[in-house]
C-alpha cells in the first residue's frame, strides 16, 4: 500500500487537497479534504506522516516476531490416540498465507488434504496455502500417535 499528497502551490485553489491512497499497482482511492483551516491541514500534513511511516516500515515487520504456532491436544484416548492440531496466526494486523510445518513423516492418509497437504518429508502445508487471518486459528484432527509438528515457513500477506 502506498500513500501520496499533493500539497496545492500558490497559485492552486487551497480549499481542497486531494490525498491518494494506492492499495494494487494499478487501483488507488482518491480522497479530497475541505481545508479550511490551518488546524486542518496540520492534521492531514500529522496524519500522512504516520501512515507513511507505518507503511514504509512495513506491517509485517512488526509480526516478524509472532509468528503461527502449533499446539497439539489429546482429545481421544483410544488405541491409537486422537489429536487435534491447531495452527494459531499470531499477528495481530496481518494475515498469514503459505503455512508450511515440519511434520516429519505424517501419513497424507490421516488428514484431507485441503486441511493438510503432505508435500514432502517433514513439509506440509495448512488449509492449502490459503490465508489465515490475524490472530485466526485453523484445527485439523488425526488419530495416530502424536507426530511433533512445528512452523517451518510462512509469509505475511501485508509485506
Known amino acids: ?16 487537497v486531494p490525498i491518494y491512497i494506492y492499495y494494487l499497482p494499478n487501483y488507488y482511492i482518491s480522497i479530497y479534504i475541505e481545508m479550511k483551516s490551518l488546524p486542518a491541514m496540520k492534521l ?5 506522516l504516520t501512515f507513511a511511516f507505518l507503511f514504509d516500515h512495513g ?19 483410544g488405541n491409537p490416540p486422537k489429536f487435534t492440531a491447531q495452527v494459531q496466526n499470531n499477528c495481530p494486523v496481518c494475515p498469514i498465507i503459505n503455512i508450511h510445518l515440519k511434520c516429519g513423516s505424517f501419513s497424507q492418509a490421516l488428514v484431507n488434504p ?14 492449502a496455502g490459503l490465508p489465515l487471518a490475524p490472530l485466526q486459528s485453523f484445527s485439523f484432527n488425526y488419530t495416530h500417535q502424536k ?13
Open 114 to 127: 485441503r486441511l493438510l497437504k503432505v508435500l514432502a518429508y517433514n513439509d506440509c502445508v495448512v488449509n
Open 147 to 159: 507426530y511433533p509438528m512445528q512452523p517451518a515457513l510462512w509469509f505475511f500477506q501485508c509485506e
Open 59 to 77: 506491517w509485517g515487520a512488526r509480526c516478524s516476531s509472532n509468528g503461527p504456532t502449533v499446539q497439539q491436544t489429546q482429545v481421544g484416548f
Open 44 to 48: 492531514l500534513v500529522w496524519s500522512y
Open 1 to 16: 500500500m502506498f500513500m501520496s499528497m499533493h500539497f496545492p502551490t500558490t497559485t492552486e485553489n487551497l480549499s481542497k
